[in-house]
């Protein structure tokens, strides 16, 4: 079946500082891929997406490059600031049986101290 | 205007009652789902409709009966409320699947504590 494996957090990192948020999948198919974002007490908002092979996705300064050679979709921002400090999903979803439901990997706590 | 709304937001009910979470979308999407969080934050899908079909019912306990009376509307009933039911309740809703790629809109949760 189809799952999805991310970066175990929590991450704490410094205002400005590079963020890299690791993400890989493995599906039957083609899926799409996502990032969510979840602040805190908050329902998820869709950060960014990628449909097929080498798209990039991007959103608030946060990228992503869907990479079906290495089934991986990690999330990167060059300079990160306190409003970033959230929890971050990585997921996935694919037409057919599984058109109908995100596949989402743990979330990783993301923290940015002044 | 709130796109996903559900009510209610928090709801604390002791063990064996009944429950309902009302969610209503004002986006005009045929898909709507009900997802879990649970204490770790871990998301995992319950059900999903499409034009009020139920498409997905992810070996979810049949205490849980989600039901849609409209395109606009999910709701979701819980019998016999059991500890291990305490979780973030999220509803969402969507243009089509979204393995097309197309975006799932979430609500803002509703938190159940089962006490």
């Known amino acids: 079946g189809n799952s999805v494996t991310q970066m175990e957090g929590p991450v704490t990192l410094s205002e400005e500082a590079f963020l890299t948020i690791n993400c890989t999948y493995t599906?039957?198919?083609?899926?799409?891929l996502f990032w969510y974002v979840q602040y805190p007490g908050e329902g998820l908002q869709l950060l960014l997406k990628?449909?097929?092979?080498?798209d990039k996705g991007s959103n608030k300064g946060f990228e992503a490059t869907y990479r079906k050679e290495t089934t991986s979709f990690h999330l990167e921002k060059g300079s990160v600031q306190v409003s970033d400090s959230a929890v971050y999903f990585c997921?996935?979803?694919?037409?057919?049986?599984?058109?109908?439901?995100?596949?989402f990997g743990k979330g990783t706590l993301l923290t940015v101290n002044p | 205007d709130t796109a996903v709304s559900q009510t209610p937001k928090y709801l604390v009910t002791q063990m064996g009652n009944d429950k309902s979470i009302k969610c209503e979308q004002n986006?005009?999407?045929?898909?709507m789902y009900w997802y879990k969080q649970d204490s770790k934050k871990f998301l995992k899908i319950m059900f999903s409709?499409?034009?009020?079909?139920?498409?997905i019912n992810e070996t979810v306990p049949n205490r849980f009966s989600p039901k849609s009376p409209d395109k606009a509307h999910l709701n979701l009933h819980i019998n016999s409320l059991e500890l291990g039911d305490s979780a973030v309740y999220f509803c969402?809703?969507?243009?089509?699947?979204?393995?097309?790629?197309?975006?799932?809109?979430f609500g803002e949760g509703s938190w159940l504590t089962v006490v």
């Open positions: 969402a809703s969507s243009q089509g699947g979204s393995g097309s790629g197309n975006t799932i809109y």
């Open positions: 599906a039957t198919g083609y899926p799409s």
């Open positions: 990628a449909t097929k092979a080498d």
């Open positions: 997921a996935l979803s694919e037409r057919g049986g599984s058109n109908y439901k995100l596949t």
């Open positions: 986006l005009g999407h045929d898909t």
């Open positions: 409709y499409n034009n009020k079909e139920l498409i």
